[in-house]
């Protein structure tokens, strides 16, 4: 598609996270988004760029957005998707990882999209492997492409990243999303806070340049995006809150809380929500202030672009392995 946006390289071959990436390529990645964005408002949502190219989705751990929207993303640039899960229960870890890597190679994937519960699990594929391949998630590590997503909402809806003031709040221990979210708003020169109870922030958390509060009163205070994190029970190991329903108290987004956030400010999730747990129905659903189905939107657009500059890296030649 010819957008007039004129198409600067992107020096990596894989995107296995947001750390490591400089502004330029940032911009670059969110300027090729918005091309889809309009794209995917059309009804011939298709083209031809991925054409012959093959893109496999394995996936060890589940989703539901990032999967679907990595189909739909490859499929409307004319590629071939193929969808694999593969139960994390019946992983042996490395071993079967390698694996899996080498009989896939074997089909010559052009761009495998890799998710896995434990953090470093898909750089160590991508090692391992031909193509490339783009973190859908590792672990509590990283999760670029929801990093991305998030940064194009913001830009759309405020104009600009730069100087603006983000609360992340919930669970920042777990959290990859944090993680990603925290290095690309500050690479592009935003003001990060983190708002999380003692137990679900990780040890010298300022060293990732965020300001921690502990409280929502302080941390909501006058800031410009309200990003909610959900619980990521599945990966507690032990007890981290008393209870949900003192969590929600204290920690859950509703109208008394958001007052103290800018009277425009945007609220986001990340999905899966639980409602009533980490966010408040009422909140999520208002459609003036909640940006949560815009940020669905944006990811089929982000994971386009992705694809775009990570297929015109490789080179035409299959490789002689
Ligand atoms: N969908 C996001 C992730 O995969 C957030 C979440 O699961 O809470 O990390």
Redesign the pocket.
Known sequence: MNTGIPFLPFPHRHLLGIEGLSPDEITLLLDRSESYVEQNRQVDKKQALLRGRTVINLFF?N????RTSFELAGKRLGGDVINMSVQASSIKKGETLIDTAMTLTAMHPDVLVV?HPESGAVQLLAEKVDGAVIN??DGSHE?PT?ALLDALTIRRRKGRLQGLVVAICG?ILH???ARSNIALLNIMGARVRVVAPRTLLPAEIERLGVEVFHDMAGGLKEVDIVMM??L?TERFHGSFVPSIREYFHFFGLDYAKLAAAKPDALIMH???MNRGVEIDTAVADDIDRSAIRQQVEMGVAVRMACLEVLTRNLSDAAPAK
């Not at 989703?63 to 990032?66: L, V, W």
């Open positions: 751990e989703s539901t957005r990032t998710r859908a998630g999760h929801q669970d959290s990859r999303v994190l959900r990521q990340p999905g899966p």
